[in-house]
């Protein structure tokens, strides 16, 4: 059989950035591209990078992802968490390839008290979120092979993130509060690269939507706790409520989700989010 031909796109991402890590063990031919070299709201532009490229996979790291932001923000969030999602899907379908796209927590509403599966109801709160669903639904309906992994919480060495955030606060203040009501699980971008490349490697063609986090459930104030525990920064943190920390986007109190698809299917055992922090920290300087 041919080798597998990966495009990833918004490849200087936490994510992007993961896989370019990880595929250098990887015995495929894969393409990085980000918005400088290939923008996915660009039909044209895709269709010929497949085409000429000889594509048979593509992962979507694209996106807008400023949550905040996107509340005032509305089309940019749009061009590039919809337009950008259903141009890669006409055009997997087109050409015949497979699409992986990665999707967010943030479509749910946060009513649950147990962990969300993948057909539980949507409702998401926030543009970010609405911008995601929508996404979700024009890849569904532009082509049959596509994998939709819902995930949550990202962090990495690589780009910003919460991690990095919680870090920097540190270097100029002696305390913090955090919302300790907004509960989810942390995922290192790490593992969710390794288990796309995994998926790749079965090519079982269940396709569909799937959930995929690090084990285990946090506070963004346990998940703050915790980082300074493991770097030994000494600073205080005080557990505080959504409603004394105000944004523009309003996010989900709960937010856990069911990964035994993903487990069952794909015979994955994922890591507790603790040990991946403790792997992802060992790489960043505090
Ligand atoms: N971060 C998180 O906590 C979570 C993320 N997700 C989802 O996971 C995926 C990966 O997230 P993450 O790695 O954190 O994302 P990042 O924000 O780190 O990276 C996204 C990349 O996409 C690029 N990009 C933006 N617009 C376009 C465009 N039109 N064409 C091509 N590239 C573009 C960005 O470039 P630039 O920086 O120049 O805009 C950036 O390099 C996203 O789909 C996100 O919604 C899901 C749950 C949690
Ligand atoms: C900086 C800071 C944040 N917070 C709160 C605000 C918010 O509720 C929570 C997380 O804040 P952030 O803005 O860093 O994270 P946020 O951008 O909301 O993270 C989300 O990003 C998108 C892309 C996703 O898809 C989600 O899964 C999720 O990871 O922490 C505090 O309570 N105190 C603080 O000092």
């Known amino acids: 059989m041919d080798k597998k031909r990966i495009l990833v796109t918004g490849s200087k991402g936490q994510l992007g950035s993961e896989l370019r890590v990880l595929s250098e063990g990887a015995n495929w031919n894969f393409f990085f591209v980000d918005i400088d070299t290939l923008d996915i709201t660009d039909e044209n532009a895709v269709e010929t990078f497949f085409i000429d490229k000889k594509i048979n996979y593509c992962i979507n790291c694209a996106a807008y992802t400023a949550v905040d932001q ?10 590039v968490n919809v337009i950008g999602a259903e141009v890669l899907a006409k055009v997997t379908e087109k050409t015949n390839s497979v699409l992986f796209h990665i999707s967010t927590d943030f479509v749910f509403g946060g009513e649950k008290l147990i962990p969300y599966n993948e057909t539980d109801q949507t409702s998401p709160l926030s543009v970010y979120g609405k911008t995601k669903l929508e996404g979700e639904k024009a890849i569904e309906q532009n082509t049959k092979r596509y994998y939709i992994i819902r995930t949550a919480w ?11 955030t919680m870090l920097n606060l540190a270097k100029t203040r002696d305390s913090l509060g955090i919302v300790v009501d907004q509960v989810g699980t942390p995922t290192y971008a790490k593992d969710l690269a390794q288990v796309i490349l995994t998926i790749i490697e079965h090519d079982k063609e269940e396709y569909g939507v799937l959930h995929f986090s690090n084990e285990g459930v946090a506070s963004w104030y346990d998940f703050a706790k915790t980082i300074f525990n493991i770097k030994d920064v000494k600073i205080e943190v005080k557990p505080i409520s959504t409603f004394e920390y105000p944004t523009p986007a309003k996010r989900p109190q709960y937010s856990v989700m069911d990964k035994s698809k993903i487990k069952n299917t794909f015979n994955i055992s994922i890591p507790y989010w603790q040990d991946s922090l403790i792997n992802c920290l060992s790489l960043i300087e505090s």
């Open 154 to 164: 990202l962090y990495s060495s690589f780009g910003n993130n919460f991690v990095k």
């Open 70 to 79: 996107a509340e005032n923000n509305q089309e940019a969030a749009y061009k």
